[in-house]
């Protein structure tokens, strides 16, 4: 009986590495292995994060990608504008937080896998690679 073959390899486009464990990318492509994917789960139930989420979403309750578009919709995500796997735990906390809805956490998490970090500002979207983190980090907290 016929089976259906395996995919072995990243699906990031052109890509030949190894697929991670969880997921479809390799580690470079934002790929997941289990014991990322346990630690990542537990920091985001420690009672830091949630004040650290209380306050954005206090701060900012609307969706910014939507108001950018003219729309208007409540935010229940608050974003790291840059992802903190792929940086280290340190970007967990010092990281520029955002507000979003689930519609446009997912798309701007599919473009991280692209290596394009958007920050949806009120002058229009900035958009950064994770090798920026340092300096709009430290000119954006200070």
């Known amino acids: 009986m016929p089976t259906v073959p395996r995919q072995e390899k990243c699906g990031h486009l052109g890509c030949k590495e190894q697929r991670s464990r ?18 990542s789960d ?15 979403l206090s701060r900012q309750p609307l969706c910014q990608s939507c108001l950018l578009r ?9 974003d790291h ?20 809805c689930l519609k446009c956490h997912s798309h701007k998490t599919g473009l991280e896998r692209q290596g394009k970090c958007e920050h949806y500002t009120k002058d229009g979207i900035v958009v950064y690679s994770v090798e920026d983190y340092g300096v709009a980090v430290a000119a954006h907290l200070g």
Not at 22 to 39: A, F, I, Q, R, S
Not at 70 to 78: D, K, L, P
């Open 22 to 39: 969880l997921n479809t990318y390799c580690m470079m492509h934002g790929g997941l292995n289990h014991t990322e994917h346990k630690d």
């Open 42 to 56: 537990n920091s985001y139930s420690t009672v830091q994060w949630r004040k650290i989420r209380a306050v954005q």
């Open 70 to 78: 003219g729309r208007i919709e409540t935010a229940n995500h608050v």
């Open 81 to 100: 504008l840059f992802p903190w796997k792929r940086i280290g735990f340190k970007a967990f906390t010092r990281n520029i937080m955002q507000s979003l």
